[in-house]
């Protein structure tokens, strides 16, 4: 079965951009060039992953990690958030097992991409802003 092969990229929007000032901004995920948490959870953020401490979450390893993608500003909890599992399999990583806790957006089955440029993009992305 042939898949497809997304392009994987990271973009930063700060306070300078208008975007969440008190947060200091936030870093989104485009995939083949669109923001797809646009579509899936409109008005979420991603601050959390740089100002929270926590770097960029996004790493892949064969056993798959689960990660939150985008939240609400208010709180997961309250307002919902949207989850992937991120996995290794040989020269791709996929994203999969999409799970959105609130109640907005549709969600994608899976998005595969070549291993070797997701990881350079998150290496750059990592070493400029994580």
């Given amino acids: 079965m042939q898949h497809e092969i997304h392009t ?12 969440h000032p008190e947060l200091h901004g936030e870093i989104r ?5 669109q923001d797809v948490l646009d579509e899936v959870f409109p008005g979420g953020v991603t601050w959390y992953w740089q100002w929270g401490g ?22 997961s909890s309250c307002c919902g958030s949207v989850w992937v599992t991120i996995r290794r399999e040989g020269p791709h990583v996929l994203w999969e097992d999409w799970e959105n806790n609130g109640d907005s957006g549709q ?15 998150l290496a750059r992305a990592t070493a400029a802003w994580g």
């Fill in 8 to 19: 994987f990229a990271l973009h930063r929007r700060g306070p300078e951009d208008g975007v």
């Fill in 29 to 33: 995920p485009l995939i083949n060039g």
């Fill in 54 to 75: 926590l770097g960029i979450p996004l790493a892949a390893s064969e056993a798959g990690n689960r990660v939150m993608l985008v939240a609400a500003d208010c709180s």
């Fill in 107 to 121: 969600l994608p089955s899976e998005f595969r991409f070549d291993a070797e440029q997701y990881d350079t993009e």
